[in-house]
């Protein structure tokens, strides 16, 4: 593994269907983030974890359920899907949360969701 | 509320220079980072400002004016590996990110 990587790549799904998106990273950050892009909308992040062990509410995350039991991974849990939560979904990480250049944010290939 | 202000879309032409604008409005302000994402990819990280004045890195130079809550994106030589969008990105003051739409640059030969 180099970097982040996340699966499924792409997934559609039945709206009620439980549904989990995995995140590894092999870079030892202690920072992951969840973020979904929506068209015409910036980035929105969902759940982040600035270490293992711990996790936050980010601007969005209503329907959506985060655990971060190691440094490496960070799944990403919709309990119940629906419709509104067709996205991409990018999963990224940094080493560290706080500020400066060398915290810039490593981001995963994406899974594109689709909900129906 | 915070806001994060960047054109939709932009049009260039190979070779030319283009200036890309971003205002933001945040809840403080712990940097401001510039990200390429060509379509159907990942963001990656391209600059950062954390103090007012012109950061350059070969075609590419980023600028910050924190009074006026202002940067650009400054790419010069045009490419057509160019053409993508770019985000900005500002570090609020709980260090998240708080991110614009993106501009969708367009390069024509």
């Known amino acids: 593994i180099a970097g982040i990587t996340q699966a499924p790549t792409s997934q559609i799904l039945a709206a009620g269907r439980r549904m989990t998106l995995r995140c590894t990273q092999d870079?030892?950050?202690?920072?992951m983030y969840w973020y979904r892009q929506d068209l015409g909308l910036g980035l929105r992040l969902i759940h982040y974890?600035?270490?293992?062990?711990?996790?936050g509410k980010g601007e969005v995350p209503d329907g959506y359920s985060v655990s971060r039991a190691n440094t490496d991974d960070f799944p990403l849990t919709l309990a119940s899907a629906v419709p509104s939560q067709t996205s991409v979904y990018f999963c990224?990480?940094?080493?560290?949360?706080?500020?400066?250049?060398?915290?810039?944010?490593?981001f995963g290939p994406g899974t594109r969701l689709t909900v129906l | 509320g915070q806001n994060i202000d960047q054109p939709t879309e932009m049009t260039a032409t190979e070779g030319a220079i283009v200036q890309i604008n971003c205002t933001y409005q945040?809840?403080?302000?712990?940097?401001l980072f510039w990200y390429q994402q060509h379509a159907g990819e990942a963001p990656t990280f391209l600059s950062y400002?954390?103090l007012d004045g012109l950061e350059e890195k070969g075609r590419f130079s980023s600028f910050l004016s924190r009074s006026k809550g202002y940067s650009y994106l400054l790419l010069k030589e045009l490419q057509m590996k160019d053409s993508a969008s770019y985000l900005c990105?500002?570090?609020?003051?709980?260090?998240?990110?708080?991110w614009g739409a993106g501009t969708k640059l367009i390069i024509k030969p």
């Open positions: 870079m030892r950050h202690n920072a």
């Open positions: 974890s600035n270490t293992a062990g711990t996790t």
């Open positions: 990105a500002v570090s609020d003051s709980n260090y998240q990110l708080i």
């Open positions: 990224a990480s940094s080493d560290s949360a706080g500020g400066g250049s060398y915290n810039e944010q490593f």
């Open positions: 945040t809840s403080g302000f712990n940097g």
């Open positions: 400002n954390v």
